[in-house]
T-cell receptor, first 109, second 115 residues
Framework: GQNIDQPTEMTATEGAIVQINCTYQ??????LFWYQQHAGEAPTFLSY??LDGLEEKGRFSSFLSRSKGYSYLLLKELQMKDSASYLC??????????WGAGTKLIIKP | GAVVSQHPSRVICKSGTSVKIECRSL??????MFWYRQFPKQSLMLMAT?????????EQGVEKDKFLINHASLTLSTLTVTSAHPEDSSFYIC???????????FGPGTRLTVL
């Protein structure tokens, strides 16, 4: 079966750095997405990785290792507004998005 | 980025009525649209995938006669919840993509409350 694993909840301090991990086992791979979802709102796109390595975009970076079935989202200089759920999703061989359950990130002052 | 709109954003209805939710891609042609349901504190659950001009593909456990999906054009898909019941109360989100390898752009979601 297809499976995406990410921690249920993480807590971090304002101004700090946090890394949210995601491991996956899917039938085929056509890229991995990270989305941010604030409570009561739809997800918004953060990043897309299809090749191994690190993609940096401002305070957010995303890393992919296809051989390990592993990705992480790195958030730097955390702000209170970063409190949200972070969803990892993999595009499988049928171009269907397989979603993780999401990681709820709590930022404390 | 591309914009996807959803209407209405919030609807409250009586049990037994039908509710239609519209999803529009505003600045691109969406060959594929997706309908998700999300219960509180849970992840997105894909309900169905629809390609323009063809019948929707429903996920296991989703009743096609209860959740009618129409993808009549490259910019519009509709989800009709027929004979809604309180257990259908949820956050319904659509997304659209232009081509197979493109990211999905999400609509803002519709919160349905069935009394």
């Amino acid at each position: 079966g297809q499976n995406i694993d990410q921690p249920t909840e993480m807590t971090a301090t304002e101004g700090a750095i946090v890394q949210i991990n995601c491991t996956y086992q899917t039938s085929g791979f056509n890229g991995l997405f990270w989305y941010q979802q604030h409570a009561g709102e739809a997800p918004t796109f953060l990043s897309y990785n299809v090749l191994d390595g690190l993609e940096e975009k401002g305070r957010f970076s995303s890393f992919l290792s296809r051989s390990k079935g592993y990705s992480y989202l790195l958030l730097k200089e955390l702000q209170m507004k970063d409190s949200a759920s972070y969803l990892c999703a993999v595009l499988d061989s049928n171009y269907q998005l397989i979603w993780g359950a999401g990681t709820k990130l709590i930022i404390k002052p | 980025g591309a914009v996807v709109s959803q209407h209405p954003s919030r609807v409250i209805c009586k049990s037994g009525t039908s509710v239609k939710i519209e999803c529009r891609s505003l600045d691109f042609q969406a060959t594929t649209m997706f309908w998700y349901r999300q219960f509180p504190k849970q992840s997105l659950m894909l309900m169905a995938t629809s390609n323009e001009g063809s019948k929707a593909t429903y996920e296991q456990g989703v009743e096609k006669d209860k959740f009618l999906i129409n993808h009549a054009s490259l910019t519009l898909s509709t989800l009709t919840v027929t004979s809604a019941h309180p257990e259908d109360s949820s956050f319904y989100i659509c997304s659209a993509r232009e081509r197979e390898y493109n990211e999905q752009f999400f609509g803002p979601g519709t919160r349905l409350t069935v009394l």
